[in-house]
């Protein structure tokens, strides 16, 4: 296909200039270039296939960026990247120096708000509307948020407040690809739309309730005559109650019916008629049949051949750390009938399909819910229940008062499985698991665990799930160094690690490297080098004080290692412990630095951080140079 018409548009100013006529078109290209730029990158594909005439009748009807547009999560804006400028640069998505994968501010001011997390939509918006309106500039902001990230009690908590103002220009747009509209209902619902966001209606309605005002019982009559005549039709009431008013469902992919009725519900929030919500319905796929027929497949491939699809991929000869403990969760679920998975929103992300499949009864997805979810393990726990909460380590972040005051507290046995612990690859700072080990370590009852290798993950699930207290095991994204896994559910001695290399350095030139979880391996690679004691610390919270104390005795300095922020981490926990033993040694910490860490390529990320083997030795090499002349190497043969 020719872009001849995409090309033609650098900014939503070039949008705005073609006849609505050729907007169809241009749908058909840019659904055709997203498709083509994430083919060669990967990225997300399903929900931005799903919301390209979505995309064009916002930019076309809206006056943006002054009018601001916030994509809840932000996994289906990659049209609006496409026509806001970046077109140019999506072969670079989600790439080392290249653009993100979700809205970021400092990339564009059409990004109004930075999000990649769910459900965040209504209240940025309700705050960018309230600001405008209070600075008297005339401006209307926009949520639009996936009928999933509606599962979330955030957004809910926004609508109740913004229902309060009745003249604050917001306008959220539920985008329902949950399902589609048949034909005989699409025509009437487009009728509907139009006639409830027209200013007849408005005005009509605005009348009748000016003269019925006189006699509140046959008002109140008729408010709830039309709120059950419209609730038969529209599922418009509940949204209404929250004071809201309420317009479709309408097709997402019809254009004839999306600008009018985005051009008149424009025109209700200059008018001042208060917080306006439209439904529309759109398809996760649109247009491309194989994303239609498997959106889950198509919703963050790598990169494929769009003739032939995504083709099955040869099974791995590691196992990922999502599949052992998704095998570790059906095995230990068959030897306990207390167990019971819980997960929000992330049954394949977290490797809990057999699971779902095998015990359906003991499986419980409450959605995007993730406060709820920790407080539900709770109440389940409370009854005898052991429950496993498999969950991302970044999304644990938005449960930190139940995780605290539900779990921890009551020191309830809550396991929570914490996947994609440290940096992620592609989908940069929002997904990175960067900050567990500091925001855990310091809630008391807590067991943190850092597995170094797969069987070690699935000793550590076992230690975790046995244990009488909440704990967590935190891993990394993708495969593990490639152990092989017992069948065994066999747990750990609690707080204790391991001697994996002993140095013999001569005294002055003795070094013990902590290594914590993922980083073990290029410590070892490391202490190879620097002819330095490694050790497999396992153990975050309770740490292994004998072992420090032990090896305080016979080393000259410690360094910690882990793939977690530097600042209240691992390292942090062994300085602690030692002053806490008045043990006066040099301590070097090395872990994520003090800034967020971007996409790209996991490998090049943690070099880039100095976490790669190489990059420990030189770090360690740079704090104390006279090391080199212990290995008999010189300083600048094994920098990085």
């Given at each position: 296909?020719?872009?001849?018409?995409?090309?033609?548009?650098?900014?939503?100013?070039d949008?705005?200039?073609?006849?609505?006529?050729?907007?169809?078109?241009?749908?058909?290209?840019?659904r055709?270039?997203?498709?083509?730029?994430?083919?060669?990158t990967?990225?997300?594909?399903?929900?931005?296939?799903?919301t390209v005439?979505?995309t064009?009748?916002?930019?076309?009807?809206?006056?943006?960026?002054?009018?601001?547009?916030v994509?809840?999560?932000?996994?289906?804006?990659?049209?609006?990247?496409?026509?806001?400028g970046?077109?140019?640069?999506?072969?670079?998505?989600?790439?080392?120096?290249?653009?993100s994968?979700f809205?970021?501010?400092?990339?564009?001011?059409?990004?109004?708000?930075?999000t990649?997390?769910?459900?965040?939509?209504?209240?940025?918006?309700?705050?960018?509307?309230?600001?405008a309106?209070?600075?008297?500039?005339?401006?209307?902001?926009?949520?639009?948020?996936?009928?999933?990230?509606?599962?979330?009690?955030?957004?809910f908590?926004?609508?109740?407040?913004?229902?309060?103002?009745?003249?604050?220009?917001?306008?959220?747009?539920?985008?329902d690809?949950?399902?589609?509209?048949?034909?005989?209902?699409?025509?009437?619902?487009?009728?509907?739309?139009?006639?409830?966001?027209?200013?007849?209606?408005?005005?009509?309605?605005?009348?009748?309730?000016?003269?019925?005002?006189?006699?509140?019982?046959?008002?109140?009559?008729?408010k709830?005559?039309?709120?059950?005549?419209?609730?038969?039709?529209?599922?418009?009431?509940m949204?209404?109650?929250?004071?809201f008013?309420?317009?479709?469902?309408?097709?997402?992919?019809?254009l004839?019916?999306?600008?009018?009725?985005?051009?008149?519900?424009?025109?209700?929030?200059?008018?001042?008629?208060?917080?306006?919500?439209?439904?529309?319905?759109?398809?996760?796929?649109?247009?491309?049949?194989?994303?239609?027929?498997?959106?889950?497949?198509?919703?963050?491939?790598?990169?494929?051949?769009?003739?032939?699809?995504?083709?099955?991929?040869?099974?791995?000869?590691?196992?990922?750390y999502?599949?052992?403990?998704?095998?570790?969760?059906?095995?230990?679920?068959?030897?306990?009938?207390?167990?019971?998975?819980?997960?929000p929103?992330m049954?394949?992300?977290?490797?809990?399909?057999?699971?779902?499949?095998?015990?359906?009864?003991?499986?419980y997805?409450?959605?995007?819910?993730?406060q709820?979810?920790?407080?539900?393990?709770g109440?389940?726990?409370?009854?005898?229940?052991?429950?496993?909460?498999?969950?991302?380590?970044?999304?644990?972040?938005?449960?930190?008062?139940?995780?605290?005051?539900?779990v921890?507290?009551?020191?309830?046995?809550?396991?929570?499985?914490?996947?994609r612990?440290?940096?992620?690859?592609?989908?940069?700072?929002?997904?990175?698991?960067?900050?567990?080990?500091?925001?855990?370590?310091?809630?008391?009852?807590?067991?943190?665990?850092?597995?170094?290798?797969?069987?070690?993950?699935?000793?550590?699930?076992?230690?975790?799930?046995?244990?009488d207290?909440?704990?967590?095991?935190?891993?990394?994204?993708?495969?593990?160094?490639?152990?092989?896994v017992?069948?065994?559910?066999?747990?750990?001695?609690?707080?204790?690690?391991?001697v994996?290399?002993?140095?013999?350095?001569?005294?002055?030139?003795?070094?013990?490297?902590?290594?914590?979880?993922?980083m073990?391996?290029?410590?070892?690679?490391?202490?190879?080098?620097?002819?330095?004691?490694?050790?497999?610390?396992?153990?975050?919270?309770?740490?292994d004080?004998?072992?420090?104390?032990?090896?305080?005795?016979?080393?000259?300095?410690f360094?910690?290692?882990?793939?977690?922020?530097v600042?209240?981490?691992?390292?942090?926990?062994?300085?602690?412990?030692?002053?806490?033993?008045?043990?006066?040694?040099?301590?070097?910490?090395?872990?994520?630095?003090?800034?967020?860490?971007?996409h790209?390529?996991?490998?090049?990320l943690?070099?880039?951080?100095?976490?790669?083997?190489?990059?420990?030795?030189a770090?360690?090499?740079?704090?104390?140079?006279?090391?080199?002349?212990?290995?008999?190497?010189?300083?600048?043969?094994?920098?990085?």
């Amino acid at each position: 296909m020719t872009y001849e018409l995409l090309n033609t548009i650098d900014s939503p100013s070039d949008l705005r200039k073609l006849d609505r006529r050729q907007l169809p078109a241009l749908a058909d290209q840019l659904r055709q270039f997203v498709l083509e730029s994430v083919s060669q990158t990967g990225g997300h594909l399903s929900s931005n296939l799903g919301t390209v005439e979505l995309t064009i009748a916002l930019h076309y009807v809206f006056n943006t960026p002054e009018d601001r547009v916030v994509w809840d999560v932000g996994h289906q804006s990659y049209p609006h990247k496409i026509l806001t400028g970046r077109r140019e640069r999506m072969h670079t998505l989600r790439q080392l120096d290249g653009i993100s994968g979700f809205p970021r501010r400092s990339e564009s001011e059409y990004d109004t708000f930075g999000t990649a997390h769910s459900s965040t939509s209504i209240s940025a918006a309700l705050g960018m509307a309230l600001g405008a309106k209070t600075k008297g500039e005339d401006r209307v902001a926009i949520a639009v948020i996936g009928d999933g990230a509606m599962t979330a009690g955030m957004a809910f908590e926004a609508m109740n407040n913004a229902g309060v103002y009745r003249d604050v220009p917001l306008l959220v747009i539920l985008n329902d690809n949950d399902m589609s509209i048949s034909p005989p209902v699409g025509a009437l619902n487009r009728y509907l739309a139009r006639l409830m966001s027209g200013r007849f209606y408005a005005a009509t309605k605005k009348g009748i309730e000016k003269v019925l005002s006189v006699a509140p019982p046959v008002l109140e009559f008729a408010k709830r005559f039309e709120e059950h005549a419209k609730g038969m039709l529209v599922p418009a009431t509940m949204f209404e109650e929250f004071g809201f008013n309420y317009i479709g469902p309408i097709d997402g992919h019809d254009l004839e019916s999306l600008v009018p009725t985005l051009q008149n519900i424009r025109e209700l929030a200059h008018a001042g008629r208060g917080p306006q919500f439209l439904h529309v319905v759109t398809r996760k796929g649109q247009g491309y049949k194989l994303a239609e027929a498997d959106p889950v497949l198509y919703h963050g491939p790598g990169k494929f051949d769009p003739a032939e699809g995504i083709r099955p991929a040869a099974k791995p000869s590691r196992p990922a750390y999502t599949k052992v403990f998704g095998d570790w969760l059906c095995d230990m679920a068959a030897a306990d009938a207390r167990l019971v998975g819980i997960t929000p929103a992330m049954r394949e992300g977290s490797g809990m399909v057999e699971f779902e499949r095998r015990f359906p009864d003991r499986y419980y997805d409450v959605g995007i819910a993730e406060q709820h979810a920790v407080t539900f393990a709770g109440g389940l726990a409370c009854e005898g229940m052991k429950p496993v909460v498999a969950i991302y380590s970044t999304f644990l972040q938005r449960a930190y008062d139940q995780l605290i005051h539900d779990v921890a507290l009551q020191n309830l046995p809550v396991l929570f499985a914490l996947d994609r612990a440290g940096l992620v690859g592609a989908d940069g700072a929002t997904h990175a698991g960067a900050y567990d080990i500091a925001y855990l370590r310091c809630i008391p009852n807590m067991l943190i665990m850092t597995p170094a290798d797969e069987n070690e993950c699935r000793q550590m699930l076992t230690t975790g799930f046995r244990h009488d207290g909440p704990a967590s095991v935190r891993y990394p994204r993708g495969a593990g160094p490639g152990v092989a896994v017992d069948a065994a559910l066999s747990a750990l001695p609690v707080g204790k690690g391991e001697v994996r290399r002993t140095g013999h350095a001569p005294a002055g030139q003795r070094t013990a490297i902590l290594a914590f979880g993922s980083m073990l391996h290029p410590a070892l690679a490391a202490g190879e080098a620097l002819d330095a004691t490694v050790v497999n610390m396992r153990f975050v919270k309770p740490l292994d004080v004998e072992l420090l104390r032990t090896l305080a005795a016979d080393h000259d300095r410690f360094v910690t290692v882990e793939e977690g922020c530097v600042m209240g981490g691992a390292g942090s926990a062994c300085l602690e412990a030692l002053a806490a033993m008045d043990i006066a040694l040099p301590v070097l910490q090395l872990g994520l630095p003090d800034r967020f860490v971007d996409h790209g390529d996991p490998a090049l990320l943690l070099a880039q951080c100095g976490l790669d083997a190489k990059g420990i030795e030189a770090s360690i090499r740079k704090a104390w140079p006279t090391l080199a002349a212990a290995s008999g190497v010189a300083p600048s043969s094994r920098s990085a």
